[in-house]
């Protein structure tokens, strides 16, 4: 079996909103290295801890996680 990587936007999704990875991890009731863990890939979430970060970011989980990497931001084909 390939191995079980699980790809995310936590660090952009923080940046975008100016929190610390301790914030985060405060709000999450996990140690703020474990937030770096999860953001180099070193760590896959559990389906609770994926859904509450997903719902402290307020968005869908799809949209933190995914099984394949994320397109680069700008990556898109832009009309002439």
Partial sequence: ?????????IAM???ERG??????ADA???HYQT?????RGEFS?????????????EV???VVFAL???PRLGAETRPA
């Fill in 19 to 24: 929190i610390t990875r301790r914030q985060l």
């Fill in 45 to 57: 979430p559990s389906l609770h801890l994926a859904l509450r970060i997903s719902g402290y970011f």
């Fill in 35 to 39: 937030v770096g863990y999860l953001e």
């Fill in 13 to 15: 999704l923080r940046a």
């Fill in 68 to 70: 394949e990497p994320f």
């Fill in 60 to 62: 869908p989980v799809e």
């Fill in 28 to 30: 999450l009731g996990v």
């Fill in 1 to 9: 079996m390939a191995s079980e990587v699980t790809y995310n936007r």
